[in-house]
């Protein structure tokens, strides 16, 4: 009697590793919380270190041209200050991209909101230990904006769309053009949506610190969430 053969048997499914840029919090959340983030510095730079802006240099060229026609109330030193601050940070962030941006997008990410965290840490110390000073109103204008050229590289090359964390103007643009009333898709309205009320959020937030509790406090909560960040980001989008 011949015994039947053996039917083939179907190796069991291999289960596939989880992917390490998946570990942490998506980008799209980093982004919007560091939406928050640019709201409350740019409060704090606006309000009360003499109306110059640190994160937003959309607003802060406007704002040179206001100084330098001789508006009262703006300050050229300042937001000249700002400005060479923030481009000398979005070089150091470009070569960190060069560097890192081919690799982990989470490593990187992270070590640049390290950076980041600890750019505000100091300028919220140097809030709380010298306040009122001249100098330390540019150490304050230099930290933040040195920091958030760093992170406008890096948002920059890591390209989520519709997620600066410092501009909306291109943000709102969408919205209108794409809403019922422009061409109708609704293309990414959640995430712009999402955006505009981080950013407002956050300024709101920063205004209210800054007019009731002074600098150091809003800085302080700044620093705290890029650090948060910087331990829970992830590299995926």
Known sequence: MTTPPTPPTTPAPVAAAPDPEARGLRLVLVLLSLTVVSGLIDAVSYLGLGRVFTANMTGNVVVLGFA?????????????TSLASF????????????????????RWARLTLAAEAALVGLSAAAAFAWPG????VYALIALTAFAMGVRNATVRRLGV???TTTVLTMTLTGLAADSRLGNGTGHRSPRRTASVVAMLGGA???AWLVLHHGLGIPLLIAAAASAVLAV??????
């Open 204 to 206: 709101f937030l920063g």
């Open 232 to 237: 829970a980001a992830s590299g995926a989008e």
């Open 68 to 80: 330098a026609a001789g508006a009262p109330g703006f300050s050229v030193p300042h937001t000249a």
């Open 133 to 136: 000073r001249a100098g330390t």
């Open 87 to 106: 481009l000398a940070g979005a070089v150091v962030g470009g070569r960190a991209a060069a560097r890192f941006g081919g690799g982990s997008r989470r």
């Open 161 to 163: 769309p519709d997620l």
